[in-house]
């Protein structure tokens, strides 16, 4: 599986001018060979004798004009601009295949970042030694052991990272998941299912992150309030200033640290409850909100509304499968909410703003999030229980279904 790990990075003065100009050739080229794309794409629409355009005739067209025409390239790693042709290349083929839009021009400040195939750098301990460079500090040292594939240093603010890709063939220093009874007893007033091995329901909400059918609230990341008021008032400050001045442009990059501070601590909110819900379950049931338009009367908090829904079920994904656990999504008309978890009677309604509600038909008093997740795991536990087509066949065939929705993520940067 091709995992990626995403590293703060230490460079100096020399490293960060480096980087700046490397990400500015890798930009340059990519721009370069869009633009030849679509004038050889209409060369040969018009004249279909002629080449239609490829990244490697690309590659090798720049290869060849780059000395005369464009020295500087020269001054950094001939990955920087080889490396972002072919990420061209992957662009328009998964724009062919209908999983992307149009590649669209790289923007200075927005898209810093080139990439290293793997015989371009090394690494060693919390060091990465890069062509023309020497070694680069790292914050951390890499996590996952496997066959290194490649390395792609970007800005995010005024800060450099290094994302890894590594093929970690070895999964098996991961812990497995649990596939064990969970303690029950920190669960108050909510029914439960007994024999519910190592699964979970989780509801994704607004007041907390996520709410497990254990009962258990996952809170939001804490400083986000006090950095939201400071991004407020930094957004008005920026406001006021003078298009144009130093001041304006000192406000602006104060702002834009902040947004990549704000972005870090929700990431790390989300890996921290994907990881620990792929430790501890085996099973995970998780609503289907992946669909557009979704925003109906329902808001989540911002931790996932930001980063969306997507990469939540992504990670989980990708980590339940490193751990050998699954994750099943609910069918998109699925009534977590509305259902009683403990005698099945659907509402027809039930307002956002009601927290709490009694079931009229058997008299159970809910907690509106621990109820949805609640269904949510029955819902996994029963997805298994049918699919082994055997009632009550539960525990001993959930391992050896195929997980249908886990899928092999590969956390490449997007190009
Ligand atoms: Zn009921």
Redesign the pocket.
Known sequence: MLIAHKIALDPNNVQATYFARAAGTARFAYNWALAEWKRQYEAWKADNSLPKPSQAALRRRLNAIKAEQFPWMLEVTKNAPQMAIIQLGAAFKNFFAGRARYPQFRKKGVHDRFTLSNDQFSIDGSRIRIPHLGWVRMRETLRFTGKIMSATVSRVADRWFVSIVVDAQDDSHLPKAKNEPQDKNQVSGEFRRSQNQGAVGVDLGVLALATLSTGEKIPGPKPHKALLGRLRRLSRSLSRKVKGSANRRKAKAKLAKLHARIAAVRSDALHKLTTDLTRRFHTIGVENLNVRGMVRNRHLSRSIADMGFFEFRRQLEYKAAMRGGRVVVADRFFASSKT?S????KLDELPLSMREWT??????VHDRDVNAAVNLENMAVSSTVAACGEEGAGRRCKTAVKPASVKQEVSFEPV
Do not use: E, R
């Open positions: 009683c403990a005698c099945g009677k079931c009229s038909s058997c008299g159970v």
